[in-house]
């Protein structure tokens, strides 16, 4: 049964910080993987999605990586602000390709 | 539509009542899912829907739990003699194949309180 792992669950950064936010995942055999932010209250937003024939995603000050074979995965945020105050969220295809599999996430607190 | 869109926002009933939750998913989407989020803990999957049938619906906590998309577009998660427990925010998402290699779109979610 794939598990999905996110640490730390909380991180607090000065603003201006880059800060890496780490996924792990126990069975490598992943379709894709995704990135979420979810802000207090509401749904969750796309933020990446790398497939499972890619190494890494680049969205703005975002970058994603992943490493199947070790069954990890990262979000590096660069530059931080206080906008970015959210909780993320980690979550890949499992085995049966059908289903969505999250992480519990790491709530990212950013000062100014 | 824009969006996935989920009616309604919020949902407060008593123990033992019927409630439905409302998902519309993005014009086109044949994928679509409904997961379960407690206080604290990541989305939790429930079923899912290709077209109009239900492809894996392993994660429905029992039977008083129900879902249904009769024209492949918009569905409803019916729950029955709801218990306190059922309390959660119910999401929504689609995508536009499902399975491998697609990206799924969340709406803002149900947050069903029973009191």
Known sequence: KQEVTQIPAALSVPEGENLVLNCSFTD???YNL????????KGLTSLLLIQSSQREQTSGRLNASLDKSSGRS???????????????LCAVYGQAGTALIFGKGTTLSVSS | GAGVSQTPSNKVTEKGKYVELRC???????????YRQSLGQGPE????????????????PNDRFF????????????IQRTERGDSAVYLCASSSAG????????GQGTRLTVV
Do not use: C
């Open chain 1, 34 to 41: 995704q990135w979420f932010r979810q802000d207090p209250g």
């Open chain 1, 74 to 88: 990262t979000l590096y945020i660069a530059a931080s602000q206080p906008g970015d105050s959210a909780t993320y």
């Open chain 2, 67 to 78: 879902a249904v998309r009769p024209e492949g577009s918009v569905s409803t998660l019916k």
């Open chain 2, 24 to 34: 519309d998913p993005i014009s086109g989407h044949t994928a679509l899912y409904w």
């Open chain 1, 28 to 30: 490598s055999a992943i």
């Open chain 2, 99 to 106: 399975g491998m290699n697609t990206e799924a779109f969340f």
């Open chain 2, 45 to 60: 999957f429930l079923i899912y829907f290709q077209g109009t049938g239900a492809a894996d619906d392993s994660g429905l």
